[in-house]
């Protein structure tokens, strides 16, 4: 049970709970830490990337102050691992792994620095090395470098829980700026925090002094290129982001599938730790202490509005990731919570505290084993990932086609189809993205094929059936003939079989494809 009445002096965890073998534990929760991300960087680059992923490699390719969906940190993450390992899948990879590696240890600086319990802190930190999260870190999205920032702000508000020194809110908004320039939803968890100051009677004083107002000028002041460049470009990433809303009461379905998604996400084993740890946290009105306080607030303006929005459209797994961190942690509180606690519950939490980590580390290895196909392939149609195979085979069909057809470029039918025959292709190809061309403004040469263009020949590999792509392509080009189809060979049968048409003849509506504007 959480307890104590100050930020000072709170006693996190009762003195019951002994740190007998917290040595050991801790060790155990570091080498299992090293040694999942150790396996993370040698699968890296033995799967293809998935759509997004390569979208973000495109970015990278020309950096700048924002793109059309979110903030331009993840596309840094990318630049770094490429200038060390290349134009590779682990290239792509790397600081993401690595990132995902440090939230581990940031977990354990957090709970550590919350309960001065290295138990607590030990169960938090293999619970999130075990994590959903963690698994999926292997590949590269926007939400890796804002977990990180956002984990920093965190340790920073554990230790000004704990009594620490005013100065440690300039760390608040240094990294929560940062965490805003990789991913916008940290403008939700941004609101956790005057949040907690308002549910915690003693932390309220810091609304009458400078030091989270100095902290969120300083967040701005590292968002403000971010805001600058939306500025410049009609608020882009905000429109993407929040302007997609079509709410509907009706979609209570959506709902209950927001909720699934928490609880898969979390683990079947996981959510128990993870609700013992919340309900401590609850128990004689202990999340009004600065410590259960910010364990609490932590991530519930997010899940609010996640909970809106699923009656909008369907919640990504990638999207309650914050959530999915704070169980961890709440699971290391869950675990030491009911050691010597009797009943049925405690029994059931017992056996997830001997199983949960063994669970988490085979969840891993199957997905990862699925992925690289070291495991006995599955059937197609229960095969979820078949996605990350057969591109590089695919760009090379589509480059031989495009040979044979004697065309002098590669039209993509979208980004993300776009994206991957960019990073499959030989450096240098000749593709260009047709549909989607709101998202290639800012890319200049990347993405336009210049006025001479105009006299080729194209080659565009469709989305949809021959005649989806008949209609879609009339209105820009006058002559439109179909020559084939290409394949995406994978091991377990063949995907993404797609139609491919030589274009010819622009017509004045594909004038942006050639670097002109149409009237």
């Known amino acids: 049970m959480l307890s104590g009445t100050d930020v000072a002096g709170q006693q996190a965890i009762p003195a019951e709970h002994a740190l007998a073998g917290a040595d050991r534990l801790v060790r155990f929760a570091v080498i299992l830490t090293l040694a999942l991300a150790a396996l993370r960087l040698a699968v890296a680059g033995n799967f293809d990337l998935f759509m997004d992923e390569a979208y973000y490699w495109v970015w990278s390719q020309r950096l700048v102050a924002g793109y059309y969906d979110h903030p331009p940190l993840v596309a840094y993450f990318i630049r770094g691992g490429t200038m060390i390992f290349g134009d590779t899948e682990l290239g792509v990879r790397f600081f993401g792994i690595l990132a995902g590696a440090a939230d581990a240890f940031l977990v354990y600086g957090i709970m550590h620095a919350l309960t001065a319990n290295r138990r607590i802190a030990a169960w938090a930190m293999m619970l999130m090395a075990v994590s ?136 079947p084993v996981a959510i128990f730790p993870a609700a013992a740890g919340l309900a401590a946290s609850f128990r004689g009105g202990a999340w009004r202490t600065p410590v259960a306080g910010l364990l609490v607030a932590a991530s519930l303006p997010l899940a609010v509005y996640l909970g809106i929005h699923s009656f909008s459209e369907a919640i990504g797994p990638h999207w309650v990731a914050p959530i999915v961190i704070v169980a961890a942690m709440l699971g290391g509180i869950g675990v030491e919570d009911v050691r010597g606690r009797r009943g049925r519950w405690a029994r059931i939490v017992a056996v997830c505290r001997k199983i949960v980590v063994p669970f988490g580390v085979l969840i891993t290895v199957v997905f990862y084993g699925l992925a690289t196909e070291r495991f006995l392939p599955i059937p197609l149609e229960y095969d979820f990932t078949e996605r990350f195979r057969g591109w590089d085979a695919f760009a090379a069909n589509a480059e031989a086609a495009r040979i044979e057809a004697e065309a002098d470029y590669i039209l993509a039918p979208d980004y993300a189809m776009y994206s991957m025959l960019r990073f499959y292709s030989p450096k240098g190809a000749p593709i260009y993205p047709f549909g989607d061309r709101e998202r290639w403004d800012h890319f200049g040469d990347l993405a336009v094929i210049g006025p001479e263009g105009a006299a080729m020949r194209g080659l565009y590999v469709a989305k949809w059936n021959q005649w989806q792509a008949v209609s879609t392509l009339a209105p820009y080009f006058a002559g439109i003939t179909q020559v084939g189809r290409i394949d995406r060979p994978i091991r377990t049968g063949t995907r993404g079989r797609q139609w491919i048409f030589v274009v010819e003849d622009p017509l004045p509506a594909a004038d942006p494809m050639f670097g002109a504007r149409g009237d």
């Open 132 to 267: 959903t999260v963690s698994v999926l870190s292997v590949m590269t999205v926007p939400d890796q470098p804002m977990i990180l920032f956002w984990l920093g702000a965190f340790y920073a508000l554990a230790r000004i829980a704990r009594g620490g020194r005013p100065a440690w809110w300039l760390l608040v908004g240094l990294m929560g700026g940062l965490a805003a320039a990789s991913k916008l939803t940290t403008l939700f968890l941004a609101l956790a925090v005057p949040l907690w100051l308002a549910l915690v009677p003693s932390l309220r004083v810091w609304f009458r002094r400078p030091w989270i107002y100095a902290a969120g000028a300083i967040a701005v002041l590292v968002f403000l290129p971010v805001l600058l460049w939306n500025a410049a470009n009609d608020w882009a990433a905000f429109v993407v982001q929040y302007d997609r809303s079509n709410f509907d009461p009706a979609r209570s379905t959506g709902f209950l599938e927001y909720l699934g998604v928490v609880a898969a996400m979390i683990g």
